[in-house]
């Protein structure tokens, strides 16, 4: 079955040229559904046919400086967004304000790509990571349909640590998301490489991937994207 995997580019490349180019070199017929996440600058001019947003915020226009609207992705015809992730968490967003964000998204038809995790360790077992996801996941998740939501578990201590999870953990945890929440789609993030993406893909209830540091490498993405 095809699965979907996300490039979070992050605050990557510098300059539009280089964001071309990469986008350019991303294989365009590929086995599995692919998304580019660009910077939101270069999001009109990347030119790729899925593309995703980094962020958004939940107001559509106002006296919000700096913010870009689920309004304003909508008429670039940008398909995804990613909300919650643990990076922009870090700088302040609270589950409240990510649910906001997924709401004002789904408003706007662009899919939300919710991130849960923390930043725990690699030994905590499977039952005490879905007692804390459940708090993010409840209120991330409030008021919502949660069937045309994606959410992408990527436990803290795995990003851009080149530790990952174990793909029978990630299993587990996106068997209770799905079942619990009925979740479009759970996705597995976190240190995702050329070398470690089969496992994660070959589970039954992953649905794909969100991949950061290697998505920028386009001779392993294409690798990992055809997997
Ligand atoms: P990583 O990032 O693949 O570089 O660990 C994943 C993410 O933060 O979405």
Redesign the pocket.
């Known amino acids: 079955m095809k699965k979907l995997i996300?490039a979070?580019w992050?605050l990557n490349p510098t300059t539009l040229k280089e964001a071309q180019r990469l986008a350019g070199s991303i294989s365009s017929k590929a086995k599995n559904t692919v998304v580019l996440c660009p910077p939101t600058i270069f999001l009109s001019q990347v030119g790729f046919k899925n593309l995703g947003a980094q962020d958004c915020f939940w107001q559509e226009r106002g006296a919000f400086t700096g913010q870009t609207s689920a309004l304003q992705l909508k008429s670039l015809k940008i398909k995804y967004c990613?909300v919650g992730?643990?990076?922009k968490r870090a700088t302040g967003d609270t589950d409240e304000m990510v649910n906001a964000k997924v709401k004002s998204l789904l408003e706007n038809k662009i899919t939300p790509v919710m991130?849960v995790g923390f930043g725990t360790t690699v030994e905590q077992d499977d039952l005490e990571v879905v007692d804390i996801l459940r708090h993010q996941l409840d209120i991330g998740l409030k008021g919502v349909d949660a069937s045309k939501v994606i959410v992408?578990y990527?436990p803290v201590w795995?990003?851009?640590?080149?530790k990952?999870a174990s793909p029978e953990h990630a299993e587990k945890i996106s068997l209770f998301v799905k079942t619990k929440y009925n979740a479009s789609k759970v996705l597995y993030?976190?240190?995702?490489?050329l070398y470690n993406a089969k496992p994660f893909l070959d589970q039954p209830n992953i649905g794909g991937l969100?991949?950061?540091?290697?998505?920028l490498i386009p001779s392993h993405f294409n690798q990992i994207i055809n997997m």
Not at 158 to 162: L, Q, V
Not at 210 to 215: A, D, F, H, I, R
């Open positions: 996300i979070n992050k990613i992730h643990s990076e991130c992408a990527e795995a990003i851009g640590t080149g990952n993030g976190g240190s995702v490489n969100l991949v950061g540091g290697e998505s």
